[in-house]
């Protein structure tokens, strides 16, 4: 009988034991899901294309309205424009804009725009261009969508190269 209520009393205490840690895990996965991307539906990949497009669309807007001649590349090229979005031209003057209608926090890094100033470079070698007469320009739809190391990159290290605000 005795041994009937050690091993009923040790039973228990490993279920208790098992059940806390799985507990445990299972909590620790949910708060893991949440950190990693989220997926997202065909529909809302189509939406944020739309805005995208629709953001870069007035980005060219406001250059067209002072004067420019302006490139859409990133809507008629897609994937192909070279990582610039589009070409904004008057007189010898070239502004080579990437658009980002990206509004969380900190989602534009240093090395997005590393890649960026990159990108610009290797079109103005390609296209044997004068680089005194060109801006590189990220063109964003919030401010604090660029990160604290992704400012730094602007304000300290590419004189050529900028970050601009089109709150739309």
């Known amino acids: 009988m005795n041994e009937i209520l050690i091993f009923g009393g040790i039973g228990s205490v490993i279920y208790i034991f098992v059940k806390n840690k799985f507990t445990k895990y299972k909590d620790e996965i949910i708060e893991l899901r949440k ?13 944020m294309k ?8 007035y980005v060219g807007k406001y250059f067209e309205d002072d004067g420019y001649e302006v490139e859409y590349r990133g809507i008629n090229l897609g994937f192909l424009d070279g990582g610039i979005d589009l070409i904004a031209k008057k007189n010898n003057k070239i502004f080579l ?8 926090k900190d989602s534009i890094t240093h090395n997005m725009v590393k890649e960026f100033y990159g990108n610009c470079n290797f079109y103005i070698d390609n296209n044997k261009l004068n680089r005194e007469n060109i801006t590189c320009i990220y ?23 900028r970050y601009q605000l089109f709150e739309c």
């Open 35 to 47: 950190k990693l991307p989220q997926e997202f539906t065909a529909e809302q990949k189509l939406n």
């Open 50 to 57: 739309k805005a995208g497009d629709d953001f870069e669309k």
């Open 97 to 104: 804009i990437q658009c980002k209608y990206w509004k969380k």
């Open 139 to 161: 063109a964003v739809a919030k401010r604090d969508a660029i990160s604290f190391q992704a400012y730094d990159i602007f304000k300290l290290n590419y004189i050529n190269c």
